[in-house]
């Protein structure tokens, strides 16, 4: 199963929500395209290709040669590599996508705010965003339409959960409190060593069936 999250503007927490997700769900495996999933878990800065510059090399895609780009972490992890998201042709993010939703292990994909990455045509599209009525006016205008929305709820906000779905038409399906415990476990890179429960409670519910790792 491929999950594709996304968010319509930087600071929306979608580095933070695939991290947690791929964490939560057992065997599961992550792809970076944004560059920023290794610090967040608090990896060093990866050398050597990622799935960018393969995608980037007109080869045939396979889950095998994917695997190789992993680097062994908490959950593997496919970093984004030195070609740009941005130079990665159309076609070959649909055949990306194919290709994962073939296999079936449980893959999650940090598209960031690149709207190529966030169309691929994965079993679930997840938009993460803040209750932030800016925020929300990127969301309505973004060329991506999701399954589902993560909203990540800021205190003092106005806007809830109801009028985010009324707005992007789309079902708030998790809703995270803001948590310092959450920038602080990032911060010192503990975020896979403590995945804080705030993150655990919200996103438990998004995972596949029961299996949920042991680690949480």
């Known amino acids: ?49 990622g799935i960018c510059d393969l995608l980037a090399d007109d080869q045939p895609l396979e889950v095998a040669a994917i695997d190789r780009l992993a680097t062994p972490s908490p959950t593997p992890l496919v970093s984004a590599g030195s070609t740009p998201a941005a130079a990665v042709p159309a076609h070959r993010w649909a055949e990306l996508a194919a290709t994962l939703i073939a296999d079936r292990g449980a893959w999650f994909l ?20 803040r209750s932030c009525y800016l925020a929300l006016r990127r969301a309505v205008a973004h060329p991506v339409r999701p399954d589902g929305v993560v909203l990540v709820a800021e205190p003092g906000r106005a806007l809830a959960a109801i009028d985010v779905e009324a707005v992007l038409t789309a079902p708030v399906v998790a809703e995270i409190a803001i ?30 069936g029961d299996e949920v790792a042991s680690r949480v």
């Open 1 to 49: 199963m491929l999950t594709v999250c996304y968010s319509p503007k930087g600071g929306q927490g979608c580095t933070t929500v695939t991290v947690a997700l791929a964490l939560i769900q057992r065997g599961s495996r992550l792809i970076d395209t944004t560059g920023d999933l290794p610090a967040a878990l608090g990896l060093p800065e990866p050398f050597g290709p």
């Open 110 to 129: 940090d598209a960031g705010t690149n709207p190529a990455a966030g169309a691929l045509a994965a079993d679930r599209r997840l938009l993460i965003v």
């Open 179 to 208: 948590d310092p415990a959450v920038a602080r476990t990032i911060d010192a890179g503990l975020l896979a060593a403590r995945l804080p429960r705030t993150l655990v409670r919200s996103l438990a519910p998004l995972t596949i």
